[in-house]
């Protein structure tokens, strides 16, 4: 059984930084491309970022470009987004996900495109 699991939300202030990690586990190598969304209360999930299985494409939303930076560490089997100069309008439970096709080269987007979830951190910012 594939499980995903969140960490590194918190309550921050304006302009702060946070990392978040998505650890995996329950299946043998990282060949599978992962991603990164969030939502709001009362909002659809949104797409935050996305990382090929080999770390060379990355697509970011734009509303997180330059701020953000998505990475993957697959000895460890975990990735990575680090948040930096946050925003209000960054408050939402962030999910990690993961594609179930290997080697794939798309860099899919949406949420339906994802096989796997994690069970979320929230992430709180403060004015």
């Known amino acids: 059984q594939v499980q995903l699991a969140e960490s590194g939300g918190g309550l921050v202030q304006v302009g702060s930084s946070l990392r978040l990690s998505c650890a995996g586990s329950g299946r043998s190598g990282t060949p599978y491309n992962m991603a990164w969304f969030r939502q709001a209360p009362g909002k659809e999930r949104e797409f935050v970022a996305a990382i090929t299985w080999s770390s060379g494409v990355t697509r970011y939303v734009d509303s997180v470009k330059g701020r953000f930076t998505i990475s993957r560490n697959n000895a460890e089997n975990t990735i990575y987004l680090q948040m930096s100069s946050l925003k209000p309008e960054d408050t939402a439970v962030y999910y990690c996900?993961?594609?179930?096709?290997?080697?794939?080269?798309?860099?899919?987007?949406?949420?339906?495109?994802?096989?796997?979830w994690g069970q979320g951190t929230q992430v709180t910012v403060s004015s």
């Open positions: 996900a993961s594609d179930n096709i290997p080697y794939r080269s798309l860099v899919p987007t949406r949420p339906e495109e994802y096989y796997y």
